[in-house]
């Protein structure tokens, strides 16, 4: 952190109430503090003015601009410190907690299951329980019949990556389809990176571990994709460390397969789209996107597996708790369904250009948050057709989901 011009890290702040008091929640997305910070609404404005451009003393003087007072300087600084103490600012302190936690997770032998015993169960016997009731529950697509031919030509789904607890039976209608009618012993999988990252790609050589056993990585495949991109695929891998757009796929693969047959994964985290939704240009100027995705095609066709494509995407983020001023409205959530499917159009035509231009054009205003994997898993495939399996919201006022299933 400079001293003279303090800036915040990336955050998510979500407004919550706590002992009768309206309270904003501050948690770190990357993962690399598990503290969350219960500030009051007013000190907003100060966390607003730590963006690394501001000395204490322009802030000192932006407040006093608004509401005609000196806050003492003190007390600004006795703010940025107990942000600095959790982890929250740009700072020396700081990168030295993200150094020491990226070298023990590019030490470590596999990818850990970052999310079993609190997005899921760690019991295999518990979660296999739950993952079966997907399935069958109202709204499921029904128990998978095992006795189905495979190979007809399933190339790809889009499954959600919300929490299981609320879109199980979402990930049932896509899981479903890939059991029943594919023959595909490598899936790779394109995940939001939420934190966001430098690089368009991140790859790991790690195997995910799951209570099922680990997904494990096919080494060779991604060290091939790597020297075929041109690019540094691995300069962003400890993004992968807590991502979890990632790991609910690779459970899920594996729950599938365990007892059954060997699968391998090839994991692929992905943050371009927005970028670039943000600078007004077309994704494919940045050059790295169109090189990594036609690398990964010629990796395919010289790899002679059976390859499926996943993008763990969930769609819409609308309500306070993702910035907008008011709740979701029974009204409003009839808008994101219309928007959602008439978007999902363009997905199902498989047409990438057509999804990135649906959603540039009110600017993201929904907040589609499986923009990259989608485009990218679009922009893979090259042509073909897709089908609607599943669309489902999470209709909480204060932050509605949307999310789908849909199968190629």
């Not at 599943?390 to 199968?407: E, M």
Request: charged share 25%; aromatic share 8%.
């Amino acid at each position: 952190m400079n001293e003279d011009t303090p800036r915040l890290r990336p955050l998510e702040a979500s407004p919550v109430e706590h002992e009768g008091q309206r309270l904003v929640a501050l948690r770190d997305p990357a993962g690399y503090t598990t503290s969350i910070l219960l500030l009051p609404l007013p000190l907003l404005e100060v966390l607003a003015l730590l963006d690394g451009q501001r000395s204490i003393l322009d802030i000192q003087a932006e407040l006093a601009r608004r509401h005609g007072e000196i806050v003492p300087r003190a007390d600004i600084e006795d703010v940025i410190a107990a942000l600095d103490e959790h982890g929250f600012m740009e700072s020396a302190r700081f990168a030295a907690r993200r150094a020491a936690i990226d070298r023990a997770f590019v030490a470590a032998a596999v990818r850990p299951a970052a999310h079993a015993g609190s997005a899921y169960p760690v019991d295999p016997g518990e979660l296999r329980r739950a993952m079966d009731a997907f399935f069958t529950t109202s709204g499921g697509p029904g128990a998978i019949d095992r006795t189905a031919a495979r190979a007809d030509g399933l190339r790809a789904v889009i499954a959600p990556h919300i929490d299981y607890h609320r879109g199980g039976p979402g990930y049932a209608w896509a899981y479903r389809d890939l059991a029943e009618r594919s023959d595909a012993d490598l899936f790779v999988i394109f995940g939001t990176c939420h934190a966001g990252m430098p690089d368009p790609f991140a790859l790991t050589r790690k195997d995910y571990d799951t209570p099922f056993g680990p997904a494990p990585v096919d080494r060779d495949f991604v060290e091939r994709l790597a020297a075929r991109a041109g690019q540094d695929c691995f300069a962003s891998e400890a993004a992968h460390r807590v991502e979890h757009s990632i790991e609910f796929q690779a459970v899920f693969l594996r729950y599938l397969s365990a007892g059954r047959r060997d699968i391998a994964i090839v994991p692929v985290l992905a943050s371009f789209a927005h970028e670039a939704l943000a600078g007004r240009r077309r994704v494919e100027d940045d050059p790295r996107i169109p090189r990594f995705l036609e690398a990964l095609g010629e990796t395919i066709a010289a790899s002679g597996r059976r390859v499926a494509l996943i993008a763990g995407a969930d769609l819409a983020h609308v309500g306070p708790r993702f910035g907008d001023p008011e709740p979701v409205s029974p009204s409003e959530l009839d808008r994101i369904e219309r928007e959602d499917r008439a978007m999902l159009g363009a997905v199902q035509s498989g047409d990438a250009a057509a999804f990135f231009e649906s959603v540039a054009r009110d600017n993201d205003r929904r907040r589609i948050c499986g923009l990259s994997p989608i485009y990218a898993l679009l922009r893979a495939l090259g042509s073909g057709a897709g089908s609607l399996r599943h669309y489902g919201q999470w209709p909480d006022p204060q932050g509605v989901v949307s999310y789908a299933s849909v199968v190629f």
